[in-house]
């Protein structure tokens, strides 16, 4: 930043007084940090003035300044405040075009439900690396004014940048009049402009020449309250003329003058009130010359001006008084006469057309629709909601309302509003007429209960809804019916409902449904919730052959179907089908743009690919789920995110990162939370414990579960970890209280799955003492244990410390050996430890293996290194992880020198086959 004997931050240099300490602060926070700040104060505060500031002090010390500044008609624009910016970027008309084509190829969407939106992560990655890459030849500062009129969706791309430009040469300023900023820059450094105090106040207006006798100036300082704008518009117009009284605001001083001009003139700022000024629509509704002469009158009151072909009100307060300065009639004939005009931008027509329109009409509604299909496609996802609601209050014919109505909440579900979906889908439901309608509402309404977390309320309306869609549309039921199953296993209750709403739907089923083929992964997933540990001959048959859905069936339910019956053979232990399917459906819903259900697809991959001991490609589907739950507004999905990536953490021994990850998931769960979640939590803190060498804190973790009476609190879960928790239990010195859960066990998993059986055993063989060698041996040969790497190691570890300790060293160390080198080629250094300390005790001479070259690499590094190596360039890599192309460079640019290579030739023999 600028020196301070420069004077570049000093605000008085431009007028600005009392803002030195809001200059000061601003300067600190765009070099350091987040590089990220949020301006806040009331209408005439001094936003507009300080960003000034901030961009001549900038532009003088060499930085490139983006000045953006919203106007209230940008708020119903999809993008528009993103276009703009862009057009400013050199370098970025790649994605300006892009942006741009999707506008005009939705001008024939016809269904906003039914459109295909832009991949809404890839345009803020490919706008971030359009500022990095600008960045990269100077500095860049982009100063937002007005932030409380940008249009949702480029305020959310905005925001996300925001998040990741602390480590690059980008810096933003937001201004708002919001108090603590916009929603979406939460967390950033909020600097709010206090009040001037009186000493400020009079200096401010003795700098702008306005001198007020000692008996008037008290009482205008009083008024004023500390506020910028209103010290010199009362002053202004107490000084205007003799006999004036002070006005009671800063809003009636403008309306003072609105009402002291022309009538021409006053209905000339009632149109540029209504719309954002711009002159060329303006001389089409009045002609050249008429503009020119009832703008003279408005130019030389000061309330205007005209820059870059727009009337500018001097405070949006002065606009606000302009356009109530008209009557009813007035304003709406002001928007009528704008729609004329704006022929030739449709989208901003049907706002003018709807502002115009008191009454409901089908011609306006239709319109509102079809921009609401356009906003869809575009992937603005707030805006395209906002339209169809307003569409559906327009709408004459009721049942026609209530359908618009419903696509309106669709929507704002897909947007992410899932707050305002529950208020407004109850709402529906209980007044809709349409059966259709009101069982549609009903399935939306608990969709949106689950995404806040409310999941008791979400069971309840699930069972409310399930009778009604099971009549009216099976296919929506048996969504419903995995929703449920979803909150089954969230819970780890309610099988027994499931289980019977399973059979009532079964029974349902027609061969002339059209839909029946979509309803085989449904029910593929619903059966495995029923029962976890059972693994039913059709199901298996169905998630091994089921084909791959071809058209007719649109791409995203093909994608859905694919899910779902990978998410099914995850749980039932079929591996290879399940990364199969599940990367199937993850690339299916890329070409759908599907990212709601790709949250969940990765997160069933991630599960999948944790068992696997593919740990990097697990940290970047977590990863993933993370940005594409930012992008689109899923808060839920962030949680399951955190909980994938602090298990990789937990596992890897990285303790502070886990309790870090940890303490965010509990953080941000509801009240109550869920049993899955916080069991979950649970093993990864036991693994930390374990990693510091803490078994009494571990068992502390892990005993809860399972309950006293040995069932497990989550089903799926305690038995997936039925063999660390009896570890835990015995490092602890707490075996004695296993057996309950190991009885209840037994009963359970001795018919059960290879992965049960081999937990089971592994379990068995910890508390069996002399006996405990069949077990062992059950365990370390189970022939499908080699699709769990780590807890094979583990398994391999036990037995070799039961056999060291019975003096067998020879057959001990060949337990030790494979143990220790899956651990060491996983990264997990705590378990690496421990089976290296074994060995030695076992008379093999081992040292802690040095830090390889591939070690060295970020996991990032890693995924991206292995797709270069098998040929990928670096817009696929960027592509296949959603990274922007810069950071795939960077990585390996990174990477390169680490492992001694110096071309994308070489990797493939120095890569080999990592894990």
Known sequence: MGQNGSGLWAGERDGLVGRDETLTSLRTLLDSGSRTAVVTGIAGAG???VLAVVSRAESADGRLVLPITCHESDQDLAYGVLVDLLAAVPGAEDVLDRLISSAESAESAESAVAAVAPDALRLRLDVLDALDRLAEQRPVVLLVDDAQWADPSSLSVLAFVARRIAASAVSIVVATRQADGPEAFGGHPVVDLPPLD???ARRLLSRAGLHLDLLTLPSVVERADGNPLALIELARALTAGPGRQVPSSVESSFRRQVELLPPATRDLLVLA????GDVRMLGRVLGGEQLAEDLAAAEASGLVRVAEQRVVFVHPLARAAAYASGSTAGRLRAHRLLADAYADDIDRQVWHRAAATVVPDEDVASALAAASGRAAVRGAGTEAARLMLRAAELTPDRGAGETRTLEGLVLSSTAGHFERV???????????EDDFVRARAGHIHAYALTQVGREIEARLALLDVLDELGEIEPFWGWSSLTTLAVLSYRSGSDAEVLRDWLGRFERLRRDDDPFAPLVAGARAWVVAQVNPLERPADVLELVHRAPVLEEPFPVSLRATQEMMLGAAAWQLDETDVA????????????RANAPGEMTQT???LGHVQFSTGAYDAVDESARMVLDLAEARNQSYASIDGLEVRARVAGIRGETAAARELCDQILVSLPVGGTVALE?????????VHLAEQDATGAWEQLRWIFREDGEPRHLFIGYLNLAHYVATAVRAGAGGSVGPVLELAERRLATGGPRHRFQLAAAQALVAAEDAEPFHLAAVTNQAAARWPFDLANAQLEYGIWLRRRYRQSQARLQLQPALDTFTRLGTRAWADIARAELRAAGVATEPVESTAWASLTGQEREVVRRAAAGMTNPEIAAALYLSPRTVSSHLYNAFPKLGVTSRAQLRDVVGDPP
């Open 422 to 432: 529950v208020r407004d889908s109850a709402a529906l439901r209980a007044s809709a």
């Open 579 to 590: 990364l199969t399917r599940l990367h199937r459906a993850v690339e299916l819903m890329r």
């Open 273 to 276: 009130g209504a719309g954002d």
């Open 198 to 200: 009186d000493a400020d």
């Open 47 to 49: 936003k507009t003035s």
């Open 679 to 687: 069991a979950s939590v649970r093993v990864i803190l036991s693994w």
């Open 602 to 604: 990765l997160m069933a």
